[in-house]
């Protein structure tokens, strides 16, 4: 009996020790992800994108990598608008090979997913529009939405301008610093924002950046408007499209322990993008969702 008691009391100190490290590393991000509450505008406040004369004449997509999951498949997509004169604006980078096989092989320890297939690295996939590219920005500052901004680097070297929020520059956490100092660090020159709101670009009409908050505190929204169209990239507010017209979260694990997120603020921007995404003239596009994004009406970039 004596040692079955110690064996308990050891057990409780060892539960009460975790209990306390979680709570330090978790309270944290969580408290400071419910303090990015910014505004969420109307769809009428994004009309004014498409007022420009000399806005872009395309959208395009870039897959890096495809992973098979129980329902679907995992996209890591990089975005690039392009304007007249050839200029481009790239929005997230995806990852490089090791890193890509690192992050399947993760899901894939975990039971949630299979075998994925690369295909190939950002500068690559984009051939001579890399020196084009004069604009970038990102959905979030996760890892497999970033690293692939330095072998982008290695090529394009100077140049380009990196446009962020001051959520997404200033406000980070344990699943976010290591991009974020990828992106500090590398060939992108810093840019400025204006205004509040629906943010304007210098230099790109037609491009919109929204504070979104939610799934990361530098979590963004972009909107392009394309002949009319308006395409908003909601990143990782969902895993999928199906996901965002349900209302669906991420699940209480994956929200509380893994990636701390604001699932009530979430909530707001799953209801206001399904309404976005009702309009004939706008298209929700979801960044993981690549089944969805082949599906759809944009198209992909080919060399």
């Known amino acids: 009996m004596k040692i079955l008691s110690l064996i308990l009391k050891i057990a409780a100190v060892l539960l009460a020790l975790l209990v306390l490290t ?12 419910r303090k990015v509450t910014p505004p969420i505008p109307q769809a009428e406040q994004l009309q004014a994108l498409g007022s420009v004369s000399d806005g872009p004449v395309s959208i395009r997509y870039i897959n890096t ?23 481009v604006f790239m929005i997230d980078a995806g990852m490089d090979r090791l890193h890509a096989e690192e992050f399947a092989a993760l899901l894939k320890k975990i039971g949630r997913g299979g075998d994925v297939d690369i295909h ?4 690559d996939l984009l051939g001579g529009a890399t020196q084009r590219v004069m604009g970038a920005g990102f959905t979030h500052l996760h890892i497999d939405h970033a690293q692939g901004i330095v ?13 962020q929020t001051e959520f997404q520059r200033d ?24 205004g509040e ?3 304007t670009v210098d230099g790109f009409p ?28 909601a990143g990782d507010t969902t895993n999928s499209k199906a996901d965002l017209l349900s209302n669906t979260g991420k699940g209480f694990v994956y929200s509380t322990f ?43 970039f080919s060399r």
């Open 22 to 33: 979680l709570a330090v590393i978790l309270v944290p991000p969580h408290m400071q992800i």
């Open 65 to 87: 990598s495809t992973q098979a999951l129980g329902t679907g498949h995992l996209g890591h997509t990089v975005f690039l608008i392009e304007w007249a004169d050839g200029r």
């Open 120 to 123: 190939g690295v950002l500068p």
């Open 151 to 163: 072998p982008f680097c290695v090529v394009r070297g100077p140049g380009a301008t990196l446009y």
């Open 171 to 194: 406000l980070h956490n344990f699943n976010t610093k290591e991009a974020a100092a990828l992106v500090a660090g590398s060939c992108l020159a810093a840019g400025s924002l204006s």
């Open 197 to 199: 709101g629906v943010q």
């Open 206 to 233: 037609g491009l919109g950046v929204i504070a979104a908050g939610g799934h990361t505190p530098g979590s963004t929204i972009y909107v392009v408007v394309v002949q009319g169209h308006f395409w908003v990239l």
């Open 258 to 300: 893994l990636v701390p997120e604001n699932t009530g603020r979430l909530k707001k921007l799953r209801l206001w993008l399904s309404e976005l995404d009702a309009r004939e003239d706008m298209t929700v596009i979801i960044s993981h969702d690549i089944d969805d994004i082949q599906s759809g009406n944009m198209m992909e």
